[in-house]
């Protein structure tokens, strides 16, 4: 009788089937740090959009609130209902604010209107988005009989509020430093 001794190694076909094994092993991990990387880009797109959002928005009301009266005619608040240029104080790089001119502009779309402010360097920021058309309307609340009107013909006034008028939806910004 013949005695069979113990193998030692491996045979081809078991090496090969761990190669298989390993390389799908490998081929999945490679998946699923794609996928995982993918979600952490959109997590990150969401995340940046919606801090312009609401930066552009907070920069909105901050540049009407700091809106500044002016005689002088190169200062001057002008408006009509699709456009608002004045003298305000925009904030710098350092902290602290500096007087600069900003407009207000009505950016039209097939089925939306975005107001971008268009500093006086060229820096264009969207600060705010509507879901229809939309248009500006300005408040004199100095006058008896005051309402809203579609074109700021006072120059060396600023109106009470602004409004953002899209179909049924009206939203109001006072303009200017408020008392309170």
Same mark, same amino acid.
């Given at each position: 009788? !013949? +005695? $069979? !001794?113990? +193998?030692?190694?491996?045979?081809?076909?078991?090496?090969?089937?761990? /190669?298989? /094994?390993?390389?799908?092993?490998?081929?999945?991990?490679?998946?699923?740090? *794609?996928?995982? @990387? $993918? #979600?952490?880009?959109? /997590?990150?797109?969401?995340?940046?959009?919606? %801090?312009?959002?609401? @930066?552009?928005?907070?920069?909105?009301?901050?540049?009407?609130? !700091?809106?500044?009266?002016?005689?002088?005619? @190169?200062?001057?608040? +002008?408006? =009509?209902?699709?456009?608002? #240029?004045?003298?305000?104080?925009?904030? @710098?790089?350092?902290?602290?604010?500096?007087?600069?001119?900003?407009?207000? %502009?009505?950016?039209?779309?097939? *089925?939306?209107? $975005?107001?971008?402010?268009?500093?006086? *360097?060229?820096?264009? /920021?969207?600060?705010?988005?509507? #879901?229809?058309?939309?248009?500006?309307?300005?408040? $004199?609340?100095?006058?008896?009989?005051?309402?809203?009107? !579609?074109?700021?013909?006072?120059? %060396?006034?600023?109106? =009470? %509020?602004?409004?953002?008028?899209?179909?049924?939806?009206?939203?109001?910004?006072?303009?200017?430093? +408020? *008392?309170?």
């Amino acid at each position: 009788m !013949r +005695r $069979d !001794r113990p +193998r030692r190694g491996m045979t081809l076909i078991e090496i090969v089937a761990a /190669i298989a /094994i390993a390389g799908f092993v490998v081929a999945s991990g490679a998946a699923l740090l *794609d996928q995982v @990387n $993918d #979600a952490g880009a959109r /997590i990150a797109a969401a995340a940046a959009s919606t %801090a312009r959002t609401g @930066n552009g928005q907070r920069l909105f009301r901050e540049l009407l609130a !700091r809106a500044e009266a002016s005689v002088d005619t @190169n200062d001057r608040f +002008r408006a =009509d209902s699709g456009s608002v #240029a004045y003298l305000t104080r925009c904030p @710098n790089a350092f902290g602290w604010t500096e007087p600069c001119h900003v407009r207000l %502009a009505m950016d039209y779309r097939a *089925d939306s209107t $975005d107001i971008v402010a268009v500093f006086g *360097d060229g820096r264009e /920021i969207t600060v705010r988005a509507q #879901a229809k058309r939309a248009e500006f309307r300005f408040l $004199d609340l100095t006058h008896l009989d005051s309402m809203w009107a !579609r074109v700021w013909t006072t120059s %060396a006034t600023l109106p =009470d %509020a602004i409004a953002v008028v899209s179909g049924t939806d009206t939203v109001v910004f006072p303009v200017g430093p +408020r *008392d309170e």
